[in-house]
């Protein structure tokens, strides 16, 4: 049973480039969070989608970033028009639910550097 | 809004030292708390899961407690190896949305 898969690893972009971070959740899960975390500082949460719906979005920057988890395929976190305050690690999570006992199940991230 | 703080932000201990790692949080009306642990470089790898209306939960050496009126919870880690090495998360679940609030970690370091 494969965990969170999160590709790429490593992303490095030019500033103004557009970057595009893909997680494919766990078997079975259909609830995606996305989290962030910069340098010297604790994980953010960015935003929560399940299958082609965005739940809840209010830790996401307004301007530049979208987010989407649709029917098929993986959930996308895209950046446009990168800074080099976006360089992070994104993390992705995935359950199965929402209920008191379902925990969290993170992927590996990927590490976004902005040249 | 919930904030979660961990203290000492670092470590060190020797090998086969028992040892807690602290965490708490400022609302205690909480969903459920989640222990991580992270290597460098490396995603999340979930320890425990502790439920709103539970008191401890253990798996293998470790054990975690939660005290939910006085906004607390400590991972226990018994007889501890170099191998534990690693930053140890706390993260708070509210239920609005399942979003965590996470602390900034205790990196912990074993000695040999």
């Known amino acids: 049973n494969a965990g969170v898969m999160q590709n790429p690893r490593h992303l490095v972009r030019r500033r103004g480039q557009e970057a595009r971070l893909r997680c494919s959740p766990m078997?079975?899960?259909?609830?995606v969070y996305w989290y962030r975390q910069l340098p010297e500082e604790g994980l953010k949460f960015m935003v929560y989608?399940?299958?082609?719906?965005?739940?809840?979005e209010s830790g996401m920057p307004k301007e530049r970033f979208s987010a989407e988890f649709p029917k098929e395929g993986p959930s996308i976190l895209r950046i446009q028009q990168v800074v080099r305050g976006d360089s992070a690690a994104y993390f992705c999570?995935?359950?199965?639910?929402?209920?008191?006992?379902?925990?969290?199940?993170f992927g590996d991230g990927t590490r976004l550097s902005i040249l | 809004k919930q904030e979660v703080t961990q203290i000492p932000a670092a470590l060190s201990v020797p090998e086969g030292e028992n040892l807690v790692l602290n965490c708490s949080f400022t609302d205690s009306a909480i969903y459920n708390l989640q222990w991580f642990r992270q290597d460098p470089g490396k995603g999340l790898t979930s320890l425990l899961l502790i439920q709103s209306s539970q008191r401890e939960q253990t798996s293998g050496r470790l054990n975690a407690s939660l005290d939910k009126s006085s906004g607390r919870s400590t991972l226990y880690i018994a007889a501890s190896q170099p191998g534990d090495s690693a930053t140890y998360l706390c993260a708070v679940n509210t239920g609005a949305n399942s979003k965590l609030t996470f602390g900034k970690g205790i990196t912990l370091s074993v000695r040999p």
């Open positions: 989608l399940q299958k082609e719906n965005i739940i809840d």
């Open positions: 078997k079975g899960h259909s609830h």
């Open positions: 999570a995935s359950s199965p639910g929402t209920g008191w006992n379902q925990p969290q199940h």
